[in-house]
């Protein structure tokens, strides 16, 4: 669907921009009703369906966001004192799938051998990265999972003098409806935007949102 706008890319020869003969560093296609984009300032990003076009100011953002030195910053960022070897493996293979431009990824790992801590050390690093995150989704779809994350996340210490994760990073969530968890087959509603959240916490430089889903 894009071959029409990399034509369209190669003769903008009036824009200082070059990537390859293309002359724009975003190009977009659209039927109507599926639109894909293609970021193409890296030879390994891949053209991807969106939902919908990018506002001029998220354009200009993405112009002045320096994913590479993110990368880097990234690898900068030590992991927590308390993790284990595989955990940091687990993190390190993650870093190096975004270095890869890679957008989607799965961890697989055994019940008890901390998943929950595992990621918090990873969102943690990739806050503190700068441009790596800026704003992060933790879904669960169980009760208990959703009080251990808020634990993790309130208990996690960083490297600045001991201050918690909450204590550095907005935290937000949101408590499930009435009516219990999922079950295993009822589809999950996603929610385009969230309700007013509990227990922020005000005066942080970002923000982390944790939404676990309502259950009818």
């Given at each position: 669907?894009?071959?029409?706008?990399?034509?369209?890319?190669?003769?903008?020869?009036?824009?200082?921009?070059?990537?390859?003969?293309?002359?724009?560093?975003?190009?977009?296609?659209?039927?109507?009703?599926?639109t894909w984009?293609?970021?193409?300032?890296?030879?390994?990003n891949r053209?991807?369906?969106?939902?919908?076009?990018?506002?001029?100011?998220?354009?200009?953002?993405?112009?002045?966001?320096?994913?590479?030195?993110?990368?880097?910053?990234?690898?900068?960022?030590?992991?927590?004192?308390?993790?284990?070897?595989?955990?940091?493996?687990?993190?390190?293979?993650?870093?190096?799938?975004?270095?890869?431009?890679?957008?989607?990824?799965?961890?697989?790992?055994?019940?008890?051998?901390?998943?929950?801590?595992?990621?918090?050390?990873?969102?943690?690093?990739?806050?503190?990265?700068?441009?790596?995150?800026?704003?992060?989704?933790?879904?669960?779809?169980?009760?208990a999972l959703?009080?251990?994350?808020?634990?993790?996340?309130?208990?996690?210490?960083?490297?600045?003098?001991?201050?918690?994760?909450?204590?550095?990073?907005?935290?937000?969530?949101?408590?499930?409806?009435?009516?219990?968890?999922?079950?295993?087959?009822?589809?999950?509603?996603?929610?385009?935007?969230?309700?007013?959240?509990?227990?922020?916490?005000?005066?942080?430089?970002?923000?982390?949102?944790?939404?676990?889903?309502?259950?009818?």
């Amino acid at each position: 669907m894009l071959l029409q706008a990399e034509r369209y890319a190669r003769d903008m020869t009036s824009h200082s921009f070059n990537y390859d003969g293309l002359h724009t560093p975003f190009l977009y296609s659209t039927n109507g009703e599926v639109t894909w984009h293609h970021d193409v300032r890296h030879t390994l990003n891949r053209s991807r369906q969106i939902s919908s076009f990018h506002t001029p100011d998220a354009l200009i953002e993405r112009l002045q966001a320096d994913t590479d030195d993110a990368c880097t910053q990234f690898f900068a960022v030590p992991d927590n004192s308390m993790m284990r070897p595989y955990q940091r493996d687990a993190c390190a293979a993650i870093g190096e799938a975004i270095d890869d431009k890679k957008r989607t990824m799965l961890v697989a790992m055994a019940t008890g051998t901390g998943k929950t801590y595992t990621m918090v050390n990873l969102i943690y690093r990739l806050m503190k990265a700068g441009g790596a995150a800026k704003r992060i989704l933790f879904l669960v779809d169980r009760r208990a999972l959703a009080a251990q994350a808020v634990r993790a996340f309130s208990s996690f210490e960083t490297e600045q003098g001991g201050l918690k994760f909450d204590k550095t990073y907005e935290v937000y969530s949101q408590a499930f409806h009435r009516g219990g968890d999922l079950d295993e087959n009822e589809p999950m509603m996603p929610m385009s935007s969230p309700p007013k959240p509990i227990s922020p916490i005000h005066n942080r430089d970002t923000a982390l949102s944790m939404y676990p889903p309502s259950s009818a």
